[in-house]
């Protein structure tokens, strides 16, 4: 019986090509600019959302080359519109003048409305603050992790710090009885 032949795949040409500047490329728009650690200290996540953000010219190029403080800054919704304060993006070098920008103003988050509106109640009856856990860059744009959160009290962080620490000792006995090959 006849043997089934594979189906060539057409040479890439060099535009449209997978090499390995295409990959760099790729890990590069997908790049996270700043992360909010202290949030998940802080603050219990309850729920995470992706969001665009509404840049000028010379806050994309800050962006880019990783200048920007998210501590301390929190979402509002105000007027129907998700708005993002105390965001602290320093001036790009090169912009002067006309494309400078004011560092710490506030920025007007993208949301879907249907989600805008589940946010809102959400927020409202059980009175839920809204952070940002992260900025970084897909597929070229800026993009936002936004979480709904209920802030921690001190003894809940606590609680988290123990919690966190006994499954970090747990996980490394489990591996040390693996590499030793008990199977106590």
Known sequence: MAAAKKKATPVQSAKGGKGPRDAEKAREANKVVASNRKARHDYEILDTVECGIALQGS????????????????????????????VHVPPYAQANGFGAHDPDRRRKLLMHRRQLDEWMGKSQQQSLTMIPLSIYFKEGRAKVELALARGRRQYDKRHAIAARDIGRDTAREVRAAQRHGRGD
């Open 59 to 86: 806050e994309v190029k800050s962006l880019r080359a990783g200048r920007i403080a998210l501590q301390d800054s929190y979402a509002r919704i105000v007027d129907g519109e998700m708005w993002l304060f105390q």
